[in-house]
């Protein structure tokens, strides 16, 4: 379990290492990743700073819903919400980037019934989330990110490469 949203990792550094590994996999294997993430369904999220206003990418896991995609700040079952969450909250345009796809979309936090049955079809598709939000006592937010603009294939920002 992840207690203090490193997700086991003994430092922030580690964690980002990690994180840089698989986003470099993810790109060079258009949106594939082996090892543990063999058949999981990754997206990247690229997310300005709250504070910084710096770019940031996080890989995450994710259920598709037409068009969209369905996050969860699970944190790997970390009684704190990630800090990509928070970005998202105050800078709510990100770009995903989904197999070999790049678009700009809008991240929209799920509040009651949404967030309900998003969190039902995500963990129906992939039971760990359910076994993450069992072990804490925060409710674990759960995210649509709803493309920006009609069709995909946009341009991803220079800014972030």
């Known amino acids: 379990m992840a207690k203090d949203g490193l997700l086991g990792f003994e430092s922030a550094a580690a964690l980002n290492q990690f994180n840089q590994s698989i986003i470099e996999e ?78 700009d979309a809008q991240a929209m936090i799920l509040g009651s019934d949404a967030r309900s049955e998003a969190f039902r079809k995500m963990t129906e598709a992939m039971p760990r989330f359910a076994d993450y939000q069992a072990r804490v006592s925060r409710e674990v937010p759960v995210i649509r990110l709803h493309a920006a603009l009609e069709g995909h294939g946009k341009k991803l920002r220079a800014s972030l490469h």
Not at 58 to 81: C, E, K, N, Q, W
Not at 83 to 96: Q, T
Request: with cysteine.
């Open 26 to 103: 993810f790109r060079a294997n258009g949106g594939r990743c082996g090892g543990r993430f063999e058949g999981n369904p990754m997206v990247l999220v690229s997310h300005q700073g709250a504070k910084s206003k710096r770019w940031f990418t996080t890989p995450l896991s994710y259920f598709g819903d037409g068009d969209d995609v369905i996050v969860m700040a699970s944190a790997g079952g970390g009684v704190r919400h990630p800090k990509w969450y928070f970005n998202l909250l105050m800078n709510p345009k990100v770009v995903v980037e989904r197999g070999s796809e790049r678009y």
